[in-house]
């Protein structure tokens, strides 16, 4: 009778281990999972941004995020050099495919999105290849994306290259 007795209590025991390290788990498991949320309105602050030096600053003045499943969608609402308003979209994935988009006007656009292992930044890197008075330009973009205060503020560290050099910005965005 006492040794079925110590054979229950030690059942119950491993069956409590086995229970409470199932649910830390996936605890743990929910909590790595989780991912910064850039969904929302954006609009574009310049006196806390960082803008380079030089004519080309590619500054979007609104952000329209959604996301869907393991997708992104980005659209960027910039001002032409004409005083007009140019809207651009694009839908990215997290599964290493590049998304292919044509943004001013006919210049091509391939993308590719990546989570930090944290889940708190967002890095897209995109090549973006056009045509200015018959000659062809390449031009390689990296942006980081991370939320500050508490996820009010949208601040995109931003890198471009091409044959005229390299340029560093950082773009700020309140969120409306």
């Known amino acids: 009778m006492i040794a079925l007795l110590k054979q229950k209590t030690a059942s119950r025991s491993f069956l409590l281990i086995i229970s409470m390290a199932l649910l830390l788990v996936g605890t743990t498991a929910a909590f790595v999972l989780r991912k910064a949320d850039f969904k929302g309105d954006?609009?574009?602050?310049?006196?806390?941004?960082?803008?380079?030096?030089?004519?080309?600053?590619?500054?979007?003045q609104?952000?329209?995020?959604?996301?869907?499943?393991?997708?992104?969608?980005?659209?960027?609402?910039?001002?032409?050099?004409?005083?007009?308003t140019a809207t651009s979209s694009e839908k990215l994935t997290f599964d290493g495919k590049a998304a292919e988009s044509t943004v001013f006007g006919s210049a091509k656009k391939s993308s590719v999105a990546a989570w930090t292992a944290n889940g708190e930044e967002l890095?897209?890197?995109?090549?973006?290849?056009?045509?200015?008075?018959g000659q062809s330009f390449e031009v390689k973009t990296t942006e980081v994306w991370k939320l500050l205060d508490g996820g009010k503020t949208l601040s995109i560290d931003y890198t471009s290259v091409s044959q005229r050099g390299t340029n560093n910005q950082t773009f700020v965005y309140d969120k409306n």
């Open 42 to 60: 954006w609009t574009f602050n310049e006196g806390k941004s960082k803008l380079g030096e030089g004519r080309f600053r590619m500054a979007p």
């Open 62 to 84: 609104k952000l329209k995020v959604t996301s869907e499943g393991e997708s992104i969608t980005i659209e960027r609402t910039n001002n032409t050099p004409n005083g007009e």
């Open 123 to 133: 890095t897209i890197n995109s090549t973006l290849n056009f045509e200015r008075d």
